[in-house]
């Protein structure tokens, strides 16, 4: 073979393989020991063109302590049920939990990509060099796909036309070739202001994977001469709203919502009003975590939810 030939055959190769890659639902997250994980099933595609309406997960046994996020624009429901055994769970052993998540809503097009996060804890039912199978299930507007094929032994799993998602166990040594537990921020949305309004309201989700708790002490963002983190509840019967001047704990394995009645990000000295369809950069400072900056998207006044990026596609 020619040296001009070889150079056509590499050439084809790279523009190919990254395509093929992402050619199936997958896991981002590709290994991790026992303990708690973060991961987020991709969906890269439709059904032969159709649109995703529903992203359906089974969990399989010995993966326990398993949490959705929640997603804009998507509902999530979490079938619970025993499982085979009684586990390790933090500081206490666990007999039952979620064995399915369903997120519906959309729709989410052929030609768009996207993410579904949930956390969950490997327990002792694996051991290092496990290679464990989460069946997806991807409704679509006409048909369905159910990536559920798992290699034989000897088997290339290249050669499987709808390949389970693997999540492969490494022994905690090897964790940190891993992508390690983490905490992220998702579904980060503010309401559109009133012209001359100086202040604004911002809302997002916070998910921490990690065995351990956390503190958001501080956001920022450039359209605000000051962000605070806010909270507000009834007291005495009257609603009222106060500054959360030490921060917002996020506990281990948990997602903390802040939402419109409830938490939420207030912007203050407004630089000019904040537009629906606008999009700006927030920066969080977490205790452990450290910055996160996250994009926001702004909706329309007094929205009760963001808006849904594929609303003009139906």
Not at 88 to 106: A, L, N, P, Y
Not at 151 to 167: V, W
Not at 199 to 222: E, H, K, R, W
Request: proline share 7%; with cysteine; aromatic share 6%.
């Amino acid at each position: 073979m020619s040296l001009r030939s070889i150079r056509m055959t590499v050439a084809v190769l790279c523009s190919v393989l990254p395509s093929l890659a992402f050619a199936h639902a997958s896991l981002d997250l590709k290994a991790t020991s026992q303990g708690p994980f973060r991961a987020a099933v991709k969906v890269p595609h439709g059904c032969e063109g159709s649109s995703t309406v529903a992203v359906r997960l089974t969990i399989p046994e010995g993966i326990i302590g398993v949490k959705p996020a929640p997603k804009a624009g998507w509902s999530v429901e979490t079938a619970k049920g025993p499982y085979s055994k009684a586990y390790d769970h933090f500081h206490g052993k666990v007999s039952e939990g979620v064995k399915e998540i369903t997120w519906r809503g959309g729709p989410l097009m052929d030609e768009h990509f996207d993410e579904f996060i949930f956390i969950g804890f490997v327990s002792d039912a694996f051991a290092a060099g496990d290679q464990v199978p989460f069946v997806v299930t991807q409704e679509c507007e006409k048909g369905q796909i159910a990536w559920s094929e798992v290699a034989a032994p000897g088997t290339d799993p290249r050669s499987l036309k709808f390949p389970a998602p693997i999540l492969k166990i490494v022994a905690k040594d090897g964790a940190a070739k891993a992508a390690a537990p983490a905490l992220t921020v998702a579904n980060a949305w503010a309401r559109a202001t009133p012209g001359g309004a100086q202040v604004g309201a911002g809302y997002l989700d916070i998910v921490n994977g990690t065995a351990a708790d956390d503190t958001l002490l501080s956001v920022s963002s450039p359209v605000a001469g000051k962000t605070e983190i806010h909270e507000m509840k009834h007291e005495g019967g009257v609603m009222k709203m106060r500054a959360l001047g030490e921060g917002l704990v996020i506990p281990a394995g948990k997602t903390v919502s802040l939402s419109p009645g409830g938490l939420h990000i207030m912007f203050l000295d407004l630089a000019a009003p904040l537009v629906a369809g606008q999009k700006f950069d927030l920066e969080l400072l977490f205790k452990t975590a450290g910055k996160v900056t996250v994009p926001v998207s702004v909706g329309e006044v007094g929205a009760p939810k963001p808006a849904d990026p594929h609303a003009n596609h139906h």
